[in-house]
Antibody, heavy 118, light 106 residues
Framework: QVQLVQSGSEVKKPGASVKVSCKAS????????ITWVRQAPGQGLTWMGW????????NYAQNLHGRVIMTTDTSTNTAYMELRNLRSDDTAIYYC???????????WGQGTVVTVSS | DIVLTQSPGTLSLSPGDRVTLSCRAS???????LAWYQQKVGQAPRLLIS???SRAPGTPDRFSGSGSGTDFSLTIDRLEPEDFAVYFC?????????FGGGTRVE
């Protein structure tokens, strides 16, 4: 079946970087893009950006101020999201989701908890 | 940015009730690229409706979406126990993609 499996929880100090992985299975990876969404504790959903799995084109949310890098590895059907210069307000659950450009997010990963604390 | 406002914030209902959730956009959502997601505690969101009114595969037919332009709604006929969750609307027409703040159905 189609699924996205994300890497495990992370605890990081302010100023550090985190890299979350999202491994796809059950579909042709290069046919879809991957979107990243985060959810702070008790809060709503925030779109972080999107990467095409076939062209590596990206579209990032401006409010991340250039701290995010999204990549894909088509040899392992895995997408990655790296967030640099972490701050305490980056503490959140990070989700990857599958979508075509200009379409809704039809399959989601299970989420990765990232905690930023000194 | 397109701001999506969901109302009400919380609804207290009973199984069997019919409920309509509202999502209002600060500007027109082109092509009615508006989706609804359900999120249960401790779980990832799940796509219910795309393009304002198209049910995603596996979405029960008691869920229906409607609306266009700036006003959209999600209706659940005959609430089932498993429908008690938070519902988010999202526009995917214009970058940055944005979500509403959610409506909790309890």
């Amino acid at each position: 079946q189609v699924q996205l499996v994300q890497s495990g929880s992370e605890v990081k100090k302010p100023g550090a970087s985190v890299k979350v992985s999202c491994k796809a299975s059950g579909y042709t990876f290069s046919d879809y893009g991957i979107t990243w969404v985060r959810q702070a504790p008790g809060q709503g959903l925030t779109w972080m950006g999107w990467i095409s799995s076939y062209s590596d084109n990206t579209n990032y949310a401006q409010n991340l101020h250039g701290r995010v890098i999204m990549t894909t590895d088509t040899s392992t059907n895995t997408a990655y999201m790296e967030l640099r210069n972490l701050r305490s307000d980056d503490t959140a659950i990070y989700y990857c989701a599958r979508n075509l450009s200009g379409d809704a997010f039809d399959v989601w990963g299970q989420g990765t908890v990232v905690t930023v604390s000194s | 940015d397109i701001v999506l406002t969901q109302s009400p914030g919380t609804l207290s209902l009973s199984p069997g009730d019919r409920v309509t959730l509202s999502c209002r956009a600060s500007q027109t959502v082109s092509s009615n690229y508006l989706a609804w997601y359900q999120q249960k505690v401790g779980q990832a969101p799940r796509l219910l409706i795309s393009a304002a009114s198209s049910r995603a595969p596996g979405t029960p037919d008691r869920f229906s979406g409607s609306g266009s332009g700036t006003d959209f709604s999600l209706t659940i006929d005959r609430l089932e126990p498993e429908d008690f969750a938070v519902y988010f609307c999202q526009q995917y027409a214009t970058s940055p993609l944005t979500f509403g703040g959610g409506t909790r159905v309890e």
